[in-house]
C-alpha cells in the first residue's frame, strides 16, 4: 500500500471518529431540549389555565358577571385541548360538569356544593400536572445523565483512539526517516556493511532497496580505491627507503609514520621499534630528533657528525594540510582544511659546503694576491704621469688613463671579493662606534662629489635636524651610502639631480638615495640585493661585479638594519637602509 493511500485512510478514520462523537452528542442534546420542551409546552399551561381560573372562583361572587365569566370559560375551554396527562380528562369532565352545574341552578346550595366541586376538580388537575413535571423532571434528569455518560464514554474512546493515533501514526513517517538518518550517518563513518530492510511494498521500501543498491556500489568503489591506496602506500614507502635524503613523516598526533634507513642512522633509532611512537617521547632521549622537531634557531643548517666526519645537512619541513568536513550541527557542514602530520627532510649538502668554502677560499687567495700587483701598476701609472720621468704625447696619456681606469676597477672588485669571502666565511669584522648620521652622509657625499659634477647632476640633501645617535661602523656604513649614490649617479642622466633624506622613523633612522633614471623591473627587484646579479642593460656593457649591494646588504644586517628598494619603470629608483637608534 502506498503512503499517499496510507495517509488518506488515517486521516479519513480520524474525520470518522471526530463526525461519529459529535453525532452522539448532538443527538443526546436534542433529546435532552426535546424532553425540557414537552415540559414547559403542556404541563405549564395546564397550571396557568387551573390558576386563571381559581382567581375567578376566589375573587367573584355568583353568578358570574360577563367578564369573569368569559375568562373562566376561555380557560376551561384552553384546558379542554392541553389534556396530556392520564386522568387529566376524567378531572377536566368534573371541573366541566361542576361549572355546568354552577350556572344552571338557582339553589344556593347547589351553587355552593358546585363551587367545592370546582374547586376539586381544579387541584386535580393542578396535582396531576404538578406529578407530571416531577416525573418529566426526573426522566429529564435521567436523560441528562445517561447522555453525560454516553458522551463520556463516546468522548474517552475518542480520547484513547486519536492519542493512540497521534503517539502511532507519526511513527509510520518519521521511524523509516530515523532509521535512514542512521544508516546515512553509518555510511558517512565509511561502513558499507549497513543495510536497510522494509517489507511495506510501499515508496519507504523502494527507497530503501535503492539505498541499498548505493551502499553496494560505494562499497566496490572503496575496495577498489583502498586497494589502490594500498599499492600507492607501498610504492611510496619504496621510493621513501630509496631517498638518498634523511625523511621521517609524523601524523598529526604527533606519532611517527615512517622514517627511511639513512635517518634511522644518523638519529641512531631502530626504524622498526620507532614506528607509531610518540614523537615527544623520543625527543627526550634523542636530542638530534629534538634540533629536527622543534629547531632552537631559524638557521636551517645542520652539523651532524655522520661517516665519520663533520656533515651538513639543510633542514626542510611541510606541513601536510588536507580538506576538513565538520559538522557543526545537523543542518550545518563548515568546509576548512586541518593537519594531516609533517615531514621532515635532511638533504646532504657536505659537498656543497665543501665547495662553498674551497670557493670562499680560492676568492680570498686570488683577490689578496691581485691587490698588490694591482697597487703597484697603479703606484707606476702614477710615477708615468710624473713629467720628472719624462712626457708623453697624447695618446700615450689616454692610454694611461684607460689603464687606471681599469686597474681602479679591478681593485675595487678585488676589495668587494675580499669583503664578500670575509661575510661567508665569518670572519667579517665591524668596528662600531656611536656617531652621529650626518657625519655618515657628508662623508659619502664628499667621496661621489667629483663625480657628479663630471655629470653636471645635483646632489640634494634632505636631512632632519637633532638625529639621534647610531651604533654602527662609519667606514663601513659609509661604504654603503658611497655604493647607493655611484649606482644613482650611474644611470641618471646629465643635468638631472639626486635626492638625499636622512630621517627618523620610530626606533631607526633612514638612510635613502632617490634618482629619477629609468626604474627598475619589479621582476629584477627582489634578486637586486643577491649576489653576482646585475639588471640586463639591453645590450649594454654591463659595469661592476654584482657584488656591492649584496655586500651592502651583509654590511646593514650585520648592524641590525635593514635594506630595501622602491622603484618602477619610468619613476627612478630609491635605495634605502634604515639603523637601529642609539636610546
Keep these: 500500500m502506498k503512503i499517499k493511500t496510507k495517509l488518506r485512510l488515517g486521516f479519513g478514520f480520524l474525520f470518522i471518529i471526530v463526525l461519529s462523537f459529535g453525532l452522539i452528542a448532538l ?27 381559581r382567581n375567578v372562583i376566589d375573587l367573584n361572587q355568583f353568578p358570574l358577571s360577563p367578564t369573569p365569566l368569559t375568562i373562566f370559560t376561555e380557560n376551561l375551554k384552553n384546558e379542554g385541548l392541553n389534556i396530556t396527562e392520564p386522568g387529566e380528562k376524567v378531572a377536566f369532565q368534573k371541573l366541566e360538569v361542576a361549572f355546568n352545574a354552577l350556572n344552571n341552578s338557582q339553589s344556593l346550595a347547589v351553587k355552593e356544593n358546585s363551587i367545592k366541586n370546582l374547586r ?16 418529566k423532571n426526573e426522566l429529564a434528569n435521567k436523560t441528562s445523565s445517561r447522555a453525560n455518560l454516553y458522551i463520556i464514554i463516546a468522548a474517552t474512546l475518542s480520547f484513547i483512539i486519536l492519542f493512540t493515533f497521534i503517539v ?17 550517518k553509518q555510511i558517512s563513518r565509511k561502513n558499507y556493511k549497513q543495510r536497510l530492510h522494509f517489507e511495506n511494498e510501499d515508496e519507504f521500501t523502494e527507497l530503501a532497496n535503492s539505498f541499498n543498491g548505493m551502499v553496494v556500489k560505494l562499497n566496490e568503489w572503496e575496495n577498489s580505491n583502498l586497494s589502490k591506496i594500498k599499492s600507492e602506500k607501498s610504492r611510496i614507502e619504496a621510493i621513501i627507503a630509496q631517498m638518498q635524503d634523511a625523511i621521517i613523516g609524523l601524523n598529526e598526533k604527533g606519532e611517527v609514520l615512517f ?24 625527543m627526550q632521549k634523542n636530542e638530534l630528533l629534538k634540533r ?51 615531514v621532515y627532510t ?31 701598476i697603479k703606484m707606476s701609472l702614477k710615477l708615468l704621469n710624473d713629467e720628472r720621468v719624462g712626457t708623453m704625447n697624447e695618446e700615450q696619456h689616454e692610454l694611461l688613463n684607460h689603464i687606471k681606469e681599469d686597474s681602479d676597477r679591478l681593485l675595487k672588485i678585488t676589495s668587494e671579493l675580499l669583503d664578500l669571502s670575509q661575510v661567508e666565511t ?16 657628508r662623508y659619502a657625499v664628499d667621496a661621489v662629489k667629483f663625480q657628479a659634477e663630471q655629470k653636471s647632476i645635483q646632489l640634494v640633501l634632505n636631512c632632519d635636524q637633532n638625529l639621534p645617535n647610531v651604533n654602527a661602523d662609519i667606514q663601513k656604513t659609509a661604504w654603503v651610502l658611497v655604493n647607493f649614490l655611484s649606482n644613482a649617479l650611474r644611470y641618471s642622466s646629465e643635468k638631472s639631480k639626486v635626492i638625499i633624506d636622512v630621517l627618523q622613523k620610530d626606533n631607526f633612522v633612514e638612510f635613502s638615495v632617490r634618482d629619477f633614471g629609468k626604474g627598475i623591473d619589479e621582476k629584477y627587484q627582489k634578486r637586486l640585493f643577491d649576489r653576482y646579479f646585475q639588471v640586463p642593460t639591453d645590450g649594454q656593457n654591463k659595469s661592476g661585479s654584482g657584488l656591492g649591494l649584496a655586500i651592502s646588504k651583509d654590511f646593514i644586517e650585520a648592524e641590525n638594519g635593514k635594506i630595501w628598494v622602491i622603484s618602477a619603470i619610468g619613476e627612478g629608483s630609491n635605495f634605502c637602509f634604515s639603523l637601529p637608534i642609539v636610546e
Design 426 to 441: 665569518g670572519n667579517l669584522k665591524l668596528t662600531f662606534a656611536i656617531t652621529k648620521p650626518e657625519e655618515i652622509v
Design 168 to 184: 502511532n501514526f507519526p511513527g509510520f513517517v518519521a521511524n523509516p526517516l530515523a532509521e535512514f538518518s542512521a544508516a546515512i
Design 259 to 282: 622514517l627511511n634507513h639513512l635517518a634511522a642512522k644518523l638519529m641512531n633509532l631502530d626504524e622498526d621499534k620507532v614506528i607509531g611512537q610518540n614523537v615527544a617521547e623520543l
Design 120 to 135: 376539586i376538580a381544579l387541584r386535580n388537575i393542578e396535582e396531576l400536572n404538578m406529578k407530571a413535571i416531577y416525573d
Design 292 to 342: 629536527i622537531i622543534k629547531p632552537e634557531t631559524d638557521d636551517n643548517t645542520l652539523k651532524i657528525y655522520a661517516d665519520d666526519k663533520e656533515s651538513y645537512f639543510l633542514l626542510e619541513n611541510r606541513e601536510i594540510i588536507i580538506p576538513n568536513y565538520e559538522e557543526q550541527d545537523e543542518n550545518t557542514l563548515i568546509v576548512s582544511s586541518k593537519s594531516a602530520g609533517s
Design 27 to 53: 443527538f443526546y442534546l436534542n433529546e435532552l431540549s426535546d424532553k425540557s420542551k414537552v415540559i414547559l409546552k403542556d404541563n405549564y399551561k395546564s397550571l396557568k389555565y387551573v390558576a386563571a381560573m
Design 346 to 376: 635532511l638533504k646532504n649538502i657536505t659537498q656543497f659546503k665543501e665547495l662553498d668554502e674551497a670557493k670562499t677560499n680560492f676568492i680570498a687567495t686570488v683577490s689578496h694576491e691581485l691587490k698588490t700587483p694591482l697597487s703597484s
